[in-house]
């Protein structure tokens, strides 16, 4: 540097020391922004239809060629190779199978616009060409009629399910009622009820009958053709002839289904939608608790600790807890909260249902407690640097008027603070939405059966695991050695953490800058 | 000397009780290890203009500071003497200064206005003894404007915020407020320091006002000011009182030989 120095005149030195940063600065916004395009382009790509080939390719661990409807996911070049990973189906494995074909073994490949992407209800995929439609009467309804039988399908559908829940699920809780009261077997009461559950039981299996009669006999590749129940189809594309508008229509509709859905085949389709729904409540419920407590601890640190050592070492300490790993804080949390206070909580209240856990078990209130520790710092922080940002005038102006300290500090002092405390829970929202390690020991799970919201009393469940998309996506990255689609869910996944967590911050920035106008000095 | 109120002029070394609205008994007072006022002993009368002029850092703000206990905010200030104001010492461990603060109003030297609506800052005061009546404060709001000259001012935006005034109708605004109290004494620090001639004359008028209902005590740099509006004088150095007396007799024929430096601009 000294040896630089004495090259450069002063002016020169400055203008290096100005490009130097300058070069850094941009090269910092190059990695952010390519980072940003990677998720966006990886991410979208999820939802975007791909084409279907007819390939005619070599197997190699089968030894035969095999000619197959297929989706190429992703290239990827291992040794200077190129490789493609391949979705196919055949008739040997109608529901989809997957493989990695070499450039070389590649024998003919061309657009196949007459086979279709179906996706089934569970979240798996066939690609084959449909032929024709099948009911209990005719054979061969065309593929045209598709939306009225479908229609008709769902209506069976819906009559079973009807009286699945209506009658059936009625004899049952009667025939219960007959066990408690201790009925004997032959009572005209139960045979009654038996009888009648015979009854609807082969209703039902004959409307199942009826509306498993309509199929969808589709021909693969191969020329092999396949049975497909129509119950089972949730919808088809023929994405190597879709225009662009198609495209977008059917784009739209998987980010529908992506946002609503609950994940299949283990995280690998389907939607996020309880991930997203478990991320944005665990948000809230961890914002509601840090916040009052973050401001009451700024507020005592700053207005009214002694101005000594002791209070200098608690504030290096807080600041110092900001980086603190974060699994130190899930440990934390899984020792104090859950086996503590959960145990405790469970050996006064709950003491009837044990030795099974009630609060005594990983779930979203104590996730939100541990994060809620996890950001404290931050919102203490930034609360400390908005309080200092408080004229001295307009403290002394109100305790001129006779104000109390405590009225000073809630009609003067924290009004003008508030936007320095939005700031603070912005970044503990930014960094609660983001965790992931923690997280997975306190309550966020790969797979909830249940959302920790529900029409059941007292409707929120506050000890129910959730899911997070941040245990998503980690989940996802396991996928992704082996399942191209899996992967890009990951991205998919990712593009709309970066949503969520952008729409939280849009929205405190939003009330902060009102508030900041509010307040203007 | 042109006076806007005239009325008889009182012996303050030797000032009757009834008419004395602050009483400084022995006042001294340190920051820390410093000692900021040095036994100081002064009868402030009622109802009538007084002004503190000295040395910057002589301790003229913390001697009107002491009036409303406002050092108290200092946590390294402690004070030995008495100020007997209302027939009690508010310089008592046990004076409620709450109540202090709302019968001695401060006005500082830059406009401090709470980053509310004019009408919130008004009634800042107001609400914090409780008073939650609409009608009520409207009526207060309205009369404290009135009386610091700033009501058809602001009579059409009471609820826009109180920083788009100007300077002038801020200080205005922040006199309303202590007014507001209705307080015995108002205690002004440099009020005009940071305002134009023009707008220094008005507030200068709304002393001369304001003191049929109060006691005033201002702080003031400005020579012409103090022998301007106020009827007695002190006058401060390294925080002793030098000289207090009428303002014509002190700034004609002061009776110290520091008072005549001073106000001559010997030095300070
Ligand atoms: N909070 C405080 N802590 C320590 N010392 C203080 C404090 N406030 C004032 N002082 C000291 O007390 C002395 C008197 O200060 P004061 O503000 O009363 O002066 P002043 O006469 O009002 O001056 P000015 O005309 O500049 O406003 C100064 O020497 C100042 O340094
Ligand atoms: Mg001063």
Redesign the interface.
């Known amino acids: 540097m000294t040896s630089v120095n004495r090259l450069l005149s002063s002016s020169q030195r400055q203008s290096f020391v100005i490009s130097a940063t300058a070069f850094l600065a941009s090269l910092l916004l190059i990695a952010l922004l390519s980072i940003l395009l990677l998720i966006l382009v990886r991410g979208g790509a999820y939802f975007w239809p791909t084409p279907v080939y007819e390939l005619t390719f070599y197997d190699q661990l089968q030894n035969k060629q095999k000619t197959v409807y297929a989706q190429q996911r992703q290239r990827t070049d291992s040794s200077g190779e190129k490789v493609w990973q391949v979705d196919y189906s055949d008739e040997n494995s109608p529901y989809g199978a997957k493989t990695l074909v070499e450039a070389p073994d590649v024998i003919a490949k061309k657009l196949a616009p007459e086979s279709a992407q179906i996706n089934l209800t569970d979240g798996r995929a066939v690609l084959a060409e449909p032929v024709y439609l099948t009911s209990a009467e005719s054979a061969d309804i065309p593929v045209s009629e598709y939306a009225s039988v479908q229609e008709k399908v769902h209506a069976l559908t819906a009559k079973i399910e009807d009286i699945r829940e209506t009658w059936l699920s009625d004899i049952h809780q009667k025939l219960a009622e007959l066990d408690v009261r201790n009925v004997d077997a032959d009572a005209p009461a139960r045979l009654n009820l038996n009888a009648s559950f015979d009854r609807w039981q082969s209703e039902i299996i004959l409307l199942e009958q009826r509306r498993d009669a309509f199929q969808m006999k589709v021909v693969f590749a191969s020329g092999a053709s396949w049975q497909l129940p129509l119950s089972d189809i949730d919808s088809f594309y023929f994405v190597s002839s879709q225009s662009l508008w198609e495209k977008w229509a059917m784009a739209l509709s998987s980010i529908g289904t992506f946002l609503t859905e609950s994940p299949k085949q283990a995280n690998t389709s389907g939607g996020v939608f309880p991930a997203l729904f478990g991320t944005v409540l665990m948000v809230f419920l961890m914002t509601i608790i840090v916040t009052p407590f973050g401001v009451l601890a700024a507020v005592y640190l700053s207005e009214y600790a002694p101005d000594n050592g002791f209070t200098a070492a608690i504030r290096v300490s807080v600041s110092n807890m900001a980086g603190v790993p974060s699994i130190v804080y899930g440990v934390f949390g899984l020792g104090f909260f859950v086996y503590t206070l959960g145990g405790s909580l469970d050996d006064l209240f709950f003491a009837d249902h044990l030795p099974s856990p009630t609060m005594g078990t990983p779930g979203v209130f104590w996730a939100a407690l541990t994060m809620a520790i996890l950001t404290l710092p931050v919102v203490i922080v930034a609360t400390e640097e908005g309080l200092r940002r408080v004229p001295d005038g307009l403290k002394a102006g109100s305790y001129a008027l006779g104000a109390t300290k405590a009225e000073t500090v809630l009609y003067t002092i924290l009004p003008i603070a508030s936007p320095g405390i939005m700031t603070g829970v912005i970044l503990a929202i930014a960094r609660a939405a983001g965790e992931v390690a923690p997280l997975m020991l306190v309550g966020a799970v790969k797979f909830a059966p249940n959302l920790p919201i529900d029409g059941e009393f007292p409707y929120l469940h506050l000890d129910r695991q959730f899911m997070h998309l941040g245990v998503l996506i980690y989940d996802g990255a396991f996928h992704s050695q082996t399942d191209a689609k899996g992967s890009s869910m990951m991205f998919a996944a990712c593009l709309l953490l970066l949503v969520v967590v952008f729409v939280l911050n849009i929205l405190a920035v939003i009330l902060r800058t009102r508030l900041r106008k509010r307040y203007l000095l | 000397m042109l006076k806007l109120f005239e009325h008889e002029t009182l012996d303050v070394g030797n000032l009757a009780d009834q008419d004395t609205a602050i009483d400084v008994q022995a006042l001294n007072l340190w920051f820390g290890q410093k000692q900021v006022l040095h036994d100081i002993s002064m009868r402030i009368p009622k109802n009538r203009i007084t002004s503190l002029i000295g040395q910057s850092g002589c301790g003229k703000s913390t001697l009107i500071s002491a009036f409303?206990r406002?050092n108290d905010?200092y946590?390294g200030c402690r004070s030995q003497g008495s100020i007997i104001i209302d027939g009690r010492d508010i310089n008592h461990a046990k004076e409620n200064v709450?109540?202090l603060?709302?019968q001695v109003?401060?006005v500082?030297q830059?406009p401090?206005?709470?980053?509310?609506s004019i009408y919130d800052n008004v009634s800042?005061?107001l609400r914090?003894?409780g008073i939650r009546v609409r009608r009520q404060l409207d009526d207060a709001v309205e009369q404290s404007l009135r009386d610091a000259a700033l009501w058809e001012e602001v009579k059409d935006r009471l609820f826009e915020?109180a920083?788009i005034l100007s300077g002038g109708q801020q200080q205005r605004l922040?006199i309303a407020?202590?007014l507001a109290?209705k307080p015995d004494i108002l205690l002004l620090d440099e009020p005009t320091s940071a305002l134009d001639p023009l707008t220094t004359l008005f507030i200068e008028e709304l002393m001369a006002e304001l003191k049929k209902r109060c006691t005033i005590v201002i702080v003031t740099h400005n020579m012409q000011q103090a022998a301007r509006v106020s009827d007695y004088t002190a006058f401060l150095h390294q925080g002793q009182l030098i000289e207090y007396t009428d303002s014509d007799t002190l700034f004609t024929m002061p009776d110290k030989k520091q008072t005549e430096d001073y106000i001559t601009g010997r030095y300070g």
Do not use: E, I, K
Request: hydrophobic letters at 35%; zero cysteines.
């Open positions: 409303n406002l905010l946590s709450s109540r603060r709302t109003g401060m500082f830059r401090n206005p709470f980053p509310m800042y005061g914090l003894q915020p920083h922040v407020r202590a109290l």
